[in-house]
């Protein structure tokens, strides 16, 4: 809303089956009025294993609403997630496939942080390609971002992270103070491979990343003078405008 969106929240209800069919028709009827969907951070059941992420795919799976956001994909629109929505992207086939689809041991997956519990900090990252309309115009800068989770670690093998690399689809990097691809802790919260904080899907519709741009604000975080407003959801707002 702040970033000039006509934002409209939708909460999926499943505490019997009537609410159930009741939620996945509100949605089919949202996604296909909107241009953008964005799966925001949140925890249900514990959290773990896999929390939230579990909840949603199995919403995006349903095979109406999986039609509707492959449809929202073909018309040009946009997707966000962040956090468990990041994880739920991963898990749901959307990142870095760029479609729903069931995964194998092949895939990309999120697990849970090297450190072995939840972490709440601030980290670095660095934008290493903009191709996707949500980081246009930030390739090559640096951010500080606020970051809360228990399952944050991005995994995939050498081969898959090596085709990411190749079609610009690593996004944003976990740095070091010098710059430096980081990790481990401090630096890297969770331990993923590379470095890697978020990634896309080849056409740069769809950005998932771990980090919670969002959680800041002018004002919050006096301690940490350089913080400043990673402004992703403008970007996202105004791809549509322009």
Known sequence: MEAGGDVHTALFRNFNEDAIASSINAFTEQ???AQIIMIPGGFSAGDEPDGSAKYIVSVLKNPQIKEAVHGLLKRGGLILGICNGFQALVKSGLLPYGEIRDLDESSATMTFNSIGRHISQTARVEVKSDMSPWLKGMQGKKYIVPFSHGEGRFYASDKMVKELAANGQIATQYVD???????????????????????TDASGQIYGRMGHPERYREGLMKNIPE???MDIFKNGVEWFKG
């Open 31 to 33: 996604i296909n009025q």
């Open 227 to 229: 913080i400043a407003f």
């Open 177 to 199: 103070f010098e710059g430096n691809v980081a990790l481990d802790m401090p630096f890297n919260p969770n331990g993923s491979v590379y470095g890697i904080e978020g990634i």
